[in-house]
């Protein structure tokens, strides 16, 4: 009895926005008590990372009807999460980002279910993800976007008109803040532009001369990268230096200290010197708070259809009073992630050789002197002399075997093509269909051979 | 709502088809790589070597033969080390021969402009391989990480030279033995 009043309570705001028709609804929008449960039943997210944002995001979702969540992260927790990362306790230090941020906010939002994995994203396996219904990412870093953007577009599919096929699009909410600014955005690849689309709105890490570092430093930071850089490598031989062991760090930083002292420079502290190596601004909980609710709420959207989705990138400036602005970005057509790419029909008997001729004929490529690659394996290399002669020999190979068997896959190839009279390089990203081969059969024999 | 059945369904299926295993998927850094490679133009005194052999182009060498300046005769072994981020983030550049030399520190970190605060996206593996050989023909002791070998190149230039030359044939500057390299 007290179960079920908490339950509708909890659900109050919720229904106003499930239960109701309304004019800004998404396309596909069916409101009912039965779209509610469907939301619990039938929607998996997964919350990559279990930092500032994750913990909001894990809170945020969970409030919001979400049944079926599960969170990765490789981190364990330190002393220095606590002032804005507020699942975690003093006790829970050295424990698991994503075990105890899981079990804590199941503690507080009955019936939800949280899976952790605590992990290196790259552990997991492609089918993993491909369980999600919607990814939400609370990162910090360029490489983890990179890495997870290309996962989901590794989903999309497209049709003979190059138009995305909808039940291979892989939604995506990508978080992120630094200090007092923020941004959330809805990728879905195909239909918006992807990370990699993009990617030039991170704007490039600030890097010291190695020079000014070693002679003429004037700043706190420029003594941090000196004995980071510099002086690490002169005592520890060979050890690599890891910014999340606590010791190296306390080391760098120490090393960092003493040639202030020697310039007679001050400001150096393990804080700043944490931030400088590991390149983070200090983080700001509000902002976490703010962006992450506004990831939470694109989640359910996308989930439920309630409202048209953000188009689709929100910037968010609490550093002089409140700013906000939504920019529609487009995306690059010839993105190499989340394009379509050429479509390309061959019989399965087609040498690499004759695959490499064929492009510079394909009326859409005109591509000549293609060197081509398929899922990390260079399969005929024109230049480096050293590269070539290692691949020369898959030439008389079929292209079909050389790809494993595989019915149709994604493979790149750089070459040159005349543009204006003027030739430039150019890399391709090529959907290979093979024609006359029976999907079924082959996908047994791939699956038996591996 | 999105199809939500049909999209797991599809995806699964996708997975499946891909043998059920983990198959590798390029970064966008490596694609970018590829196309550095294939259109690599080396100086005949340049090489390019790939340790992990044929797919991985996230790890080489490159060697580099002076043939002009201080230098000549030398032979430079480079290693470079690239992130799935590039070319946002400009590639690793250590030079693994021990070097008597105003812009390169005896750990191997090496003063290149286009290696740190001047890395642009639209620069390439070609471009860092050029600016490594122009090191070697035109030292300068304005930016320097050996502050000893930048000092004598500025007040000294002969004796600059005789200490390149009796470093790389393997002998004692100061207090530093450096290994044969000619
Ligand atoms: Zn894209």
Known sequence: ?450 | MIRLFKVKEKQKELAEANGGSPLKRQSAGELRLHKDMSELNLPKSCAISFPNGKDDLMNFEVSIKPDEGYYTGGKFLFSFEVSPIYPHDAPKVKCKTKVYHPNIDLEGNVCLNILREDWKPVLNINTIVYGLYHLFTEPNHEDPLNHDAAAVLRDNPKMFESNVRRAMTGGYVGQTLFPRCI
């Not at chain 1, 919607?134 to 990179?146: F, Y």
Request: one cysteine or more.
């Open chain 1, 1 to 450: 009895m007290v179960e079920s009043t908490v339950q509708q309570s909890r659900s109050r705001d919720l229904d106003k926005l499930l239960l109701r028709p309304g004019n800004l609804v998404g396309p596909n929008f069916e409101p009912g008590p039965g779209l509610r449960e469907d939301l619990k039943e039938y929607v998996r997210v997964l919350v990559v990372g279990a930092g500032g944002l994750g913990c909001e995001l894990l809170k945020d979702l969970a409030l919001s009807g979400f049944r079926e969540i599960e969170v990765i992260d490789m981190d364990r927790i330190e002393v220095s999460n606590l002032n804005r990362q507020f699942l975690f306790r003093l006790e829970d230090v050295g424990k698991p980002k994503a075990e105890v941020a899981a079990r804590r906010v199941m503690q507080r939002v009955a019936g939800v279910n949280i899976v952790p994995h605590f992990c290196r994203i790259e552990d997991k396996e492609l089918d993993f993800y491909s369980n999600f219904s919607i990814i939400a990412l609370g990162l910090d870093s360029i490489e983890a976007r990179s890495y997870i953007n290309s996962v989901a577009c590794s989903f999309l599919e497209y049709d003979a008109d190059d138009k995305p096929q909808e039940e291979t699009v892989k939604p995506m909410v990508d978080g992120g803040t630094e200090g007092f600014q923020g941004h959330a955005r809805v990728i879905m690849p195909g239909i918006t532009p992807c990370f990699e689309c993009t990617i030039w709105l991170f704007p490039p890490q600030v890097k010291f001369p190695l020079c000014t570092l070693a002679e003429t430093p004037r700043t706190a930071a420029h003594c941090i990268e000196y004995a980071h850089l510099i002086k690490w490598d002169e005592v520890h031989s060979g050890e690599a230096f890891d910014p999340d062991d606590p010791e190296h760090m306390k080391w760098v930083y120490d090393e960092a200290n003493k040639r202030a002292e020697l310039f007679g420079i001050p400001g150096v502290t393990l804080s700043l010197t944490q931030g400088v190596v590991k390149n983070i601004i200090p983080a700001i909980a509000s902002t976490n708070a703010i962006i992450s609710a506004a990831c939470a709420l694109e989640t359910l959207k996308i989930a439920s259809g309630c409202s048209k989705t953000l188009s689709n990138y929100l910037t968010y400036n609490g550093a002089e009073g409140l700013h906000t602005k939504v920019t529609e970005f487009v995306r690059d057509k010839d993105c190499l992630v989340c394009g379509p790419g050429v479509l390309i029909e061959l019989d399965a008997s087609v040498t690499l050789q004759k695959f490499i001729e064929l492009l510079e004929e394909h009326p859409k490529l005109l591509l000549s002197k293609a060197s081509i690659a398929h899922r990390g394996k260079n399969l005929y290399m024109q230049a480096p002399p050293v590269l070539e002669e290692m691949t020369r020999s898959n030439l008389s190979k079929s292209l079909y075997d050389l790809m494993g068997k595989i019915p149709k896959d994604v493979v790149h190839a750089t070459g040159t093509t005349n543009k204006n009279d003027k030739k430039t390089s150019v890399l391709r990203k090529l959907r290979v269909v093979f024609k006359g081969v029976d999907e079924i059969t082959d996908m047994e024999t791939a699956a038996g051979g591996a």
